[in-house]
C-alpha cells in the first residue's frame, strides 16, 4: 500500500469530482486502485482554496 499526498486548487468544496480527478490521475500514471481518500486539510491562498488530499493506493 502506498501513500501520496495531493494539493489541487481546482475542486472546491472536495467531493466527488476530486475523487474522480485523482483516481483517474492515478490510473493514468501508474495503473493504480484507490483504496481510500482522505481531505485532510483546506487552506487558502487569498484567491483560490486548497485541498490536501490523502490517498492509499495499490499499484
Excluded: C
Aim: glycine residues 6%; proline residues 5%; charged residues 20%.
Amino acid at each position: 500500500m502506498l501513500q501520496v499526498k495531493i494539493f489541487t486548487a481546482y475542486d472546491y468544496p472536495a467531493g466527488p469530482t476530486l475523487q474522480g480527478k485523482i483516481n483517474n490521475w492515478l490510473k493514468n500514471q501508474h495503473g493504480a486502485i484507490i483504496k481510500d481518500i482522505k481531505i485532510s486539510s483546506t487552506v487558502t491562498d487569498g484567491r483560490y482554496p486548497y485541498l490536501a488530499a490523502l490517498v492509499e493506493y495499490e499499484v
